[in-house]
Each structure stands twice: as structure tokens, then as C-alpha cells.
């Protein structure tokens, strides 16, 4: 089964722009301090050796600066750059450990440990506005002196566990800052998104009174189908369902007499009908919210056996939330009446569902479907009631 990310709101694409913001600064104060600490403060200020204290000290700038750089580049390109911070900041936590070892292991010297770089990481972490990374870095940090203090048999490091306990609690003020912001912020999008959604649904079903409804159940259909699954975040279900409620809305652009004809087809005016997940594609690709769903307008009218509109596709060559719309779309449109015939009853549609199992529709999803129809058939039975 082929999983696809739904990119869920505006706010998920600062990402990319934070983090290369974070390591930037991360890598510079690592550098600079080191250099500052370790070559200009001994050569002109104590005038003692200079150079790292410990020959593994090199070793973690070749992975810092090589290696997780080979990391970052190969996650960015797999589309997982939410994975980066969190393999820097436990590498380099992990490091620093090692590194402390490895010279304080052997050495009648008084441990002292601790830089910049470990507390801009500390400092600086609500800045992904992240509960979980908040719980790493501190878990980390902490267990980073626990862990040393305990190979090395020293109670120095408390007092460095101290410091760190005070950014964290510095840094967590910061983070319930910075989510009510972001609370605030994604709530006043949600609502503006919404609103322009529905206004949308409101013209189009104006044009088209038989598609009434059509668009809120596809939706409801699809939305519940989605979770079945068990893979998306109630986030990007969000975003989802926004894409789902707007499938149809390249039918603005077919005209009244074609979308509103009482008998039969052509195979023309079936051609221009066909046009209209193109259209809709058209219109929402520049909507920020809704690029990483703009799938599911062009391609809910794909066949799983490749015999669909508008591209052709085939199989997982589909993107998936098209495929879990085209079910849902197709199930709504079998159940709904048209000026040309009446509605089929829910199992009607549920059986010819079934037996498009392997060739308009994906196998896996309708095995989903057989489990959520009852669901269906309720949102089904309510909408005859209405009629």
C-alpha cells in the first residue's frame, strides 16, 4: 500500500525554514565556541596548549560535519525533514558523552563539561513549537549529565544539571508561549479556510441543485474511510477534508445546460464534464492550505485498472487520498437521486463497491470500505429522510 503525507495547514511549511535557521545557528555556535575555547582563549589569554582536549573530540566534528550532513540531505529528499532535528540534537548529545569519557576516563582532572551549543539547543528548542522535541531535548540533556556523571563516578555534573534545568524551565515557558500563538493563529486560518470552503460549495450547488449535499457527505464518506486507515493525524485529516469538500469545483466552469441535462450524454458533453477535475485543480493551486491535497480534485475520477480521467493513472500510480475519494465519491452518486434517475439503496451500492474491488477501485481500500460502510449507510439513510 503506497503512503502518502498530507501536508495539513500553512503553518506545517515553516518547518523547512526553521530548521535550517536552527542548525545554521546550532553548527556556527558549536564552531565558534570551540575555536574561541579551545585555540584563542589558551594561545592569548592562559597561554597553556592549544587544540581539543580529547583526540575524540575530532571525531565528532567529522560526523557533525560530515556524516549528519549525509543525513540530513538523504531525509530531506525522502520528504522526512521533521526526523532532522531530532537525529542532530540526540547525535550530539550522544557524542558529548563519549567525548567527556574518553578524556575524563583516564585524567586526574576536575570534570567540567558544557557549552553553548548544548544550552542554544535547550534554550532554543520551543521554537518547532513541539511538545515531543521539548521532551527529547530535555530527557536528553539531563540523561546526557546523568549518564556521564555516573560512568565517571563525579557529582560535578549536578551542578550542570541545575544550569540545564533552568533553561528548560526558561524554554518551556517559551513553548506555552509559543503554542498559544500558534493555537491562535491556526484557528483563525482553519476558520477563514472553512468559511471560504463553504462558499464555494454554496455557488456551485446553486448551479448545480442535484449535486445538494454531495460535497459534505463525499466528504464525511471519505473523512471516515481515511481513519480507517490509521495513518494521518487529525491535522491532516483537517486538510483533507477541506480538499474532499471541494472535489467537484472545477464544475463551475461546465455550462448549465450540460450539468443540469435531464437525459443521457453525449459523448461530447461527457468529454467536457470530464474537463472539470482539471479545472478544479486549476483553481486551488495556489490556496496554501490545500497544495498537498490538490490530488484529490485532479484525480478522484482515476481507475484502479487505468480506464479513468483525466491522466489515466493505474494503480498506486494513484495518489491515495484520490483513491479513498473515489469510493467515497462514488458511493454518494450511486445513493443520491439525478434528474435522470433515481437513487440506488445503500446496499445496492455498497455491492457494486464490492465488485469494483481490483479494477476501479484499490482492493486494499475497499476491504477498508466493508469495514465503515454501516457508518455510510447511516449518513445515507439521513439523507433520504431529507428528500
Not at 442535484?210 to 481515511?226: C, D, I, N, P, Q
Not at 461527457?270 to 484529490?296: Q, R
Not at 474491488?357 to 449518513?379: A, H, M, N, R
Request: aromatic share 14%; hydrophobic share 45%.
Amino acid at each position: 500500500m503506497q503512503k502518502m503525507k498530507i501536508k495539513p495547514t500553512i503553518l506545517s511549511s515553516e518547518e523547512k525554514g526553521t530548521l535550517k535557521w536552527f542548525l545554521g545557528l546550532f553548527y556556527l555556535i558549536m564552531i565558534v565556541y570551540d575555536i574561541f575555547y579551545y585555540y584563542i582563549y589558551p594561545k592569548f589569554i592562559t597561554h597553556t596548549p592549544v587544540g581539543l582536549p580529547s583526540k575524540f573530540g575530532y571525531v565528532v566534528y567529522l560526523i557533525m560535519l560530515v556524516i549528519i550532513p549525509i543525513v540530513i540531505y538523504y531525509l530531506g529528499k525522502k520528504d522526512k525533514h521533521y526526523l532532522v532535528k531530532y537525529i542532530v540534537v540526540i547525535t550530539y548529545l550522544i557524542l558529548s558523552v563519549l567525548n567527556d569519557v574518553s578524556f575524563y576516563i583516564n585524567s586526574s582532572s576536575q570534570y567540567k563539561s558544557g557549552n553553548l551549543a548544548e544550552m542554544y539547543i535547550v534554550l532554543f528548542s520551543p521554537i518547532f513549537v513541539s511538545n515531543r522535541f521539548f521532551y527529547v531535548v530535555s530527557i536528553g540533556a539531563l540523561s546526557r549529565y546523568l549518564l556521564t556523571g555516573a560512568i565517571l563516578q563525579t557529582t560535578e555534573v549536578f551542578f550542570l544539571m541545575l544550569i540545564t534545568i533552568v533553561f528548560l524551565v526558561i524554554a518551556l515557558i517559551f513553548l506555552f508561549r509559543f503554542r498559544s500563538y500558534v493555537n491562535a493563529v491556526k484557528t483563525s486560518y482553519n476558520e477563514q479556510l472553512e468559511g471560504m470552503v463553504k462558499g464555494v460549495i454554496a455557488a456551485l450547488e446553486l448551479k448545480d441543485p442535484y449535486t445538494r449535499g454531495h460535497s459534505e457527505r463525499v466528504a464525511s464518506y471519505a473523512l471516515s474511510l481515511a481513519k480507517e486507515v490509521k495513518q494521518f493525524s487529525n491535522e491532516e485529516l483537517m486538510a483533507f477534508n477541506y480538499a474532499c469538500l471541494l472535489h467537484d469545483i472545477g464544475k463551475v466552469n461546465i455550462p448549465d445546460q450540460i450539468l443540469m441535462k435531464p437525459s443521457k450524454l453525449t459523448n461530447e458533453e461527457f468529454e467536457i464534464i470530464k474537463t472539470h477535475p482539471v479545472v478544479g485543480e486549476e483553481a486551488v493551486k495556489n490556496i496554501e492550505g490545500l497544495k498537498g491535497n490538490i490530488c484529490v480534485i485532479r484525480s478522484h475520477h482515476e481507475r484502479w485498472d487505468g480506464k479513468g480521467y483525466p491522466d489515466n493513472l493505474k494503480g498506486e500510480n494513484i495518489p491515495f487520498l484520490a483513491r479513498i475519494v473515489a469510493i467515497a465519491d462514488a458511493f454518494d452518486a450511486m445513493t443520491s437521486s439525478r434528474s435522470y434517475r433515481s437513487a440506488l439503496p445503500a446496499e445496492e451500492a455498497y455491492k457494486r463497491i464490492i465488485e469494483g474491488q481490483g479494477t476501479q477501485f484499490d482492493p486494499y481500500l475497499v476491504e477498508k470500505f466493508k469495514k465503515v460502510f454501516p457508518s455510510w449507510e447511516i449518513v445515507t439513510k439521513k439523507h433520504d429522510v431529507r428528500l
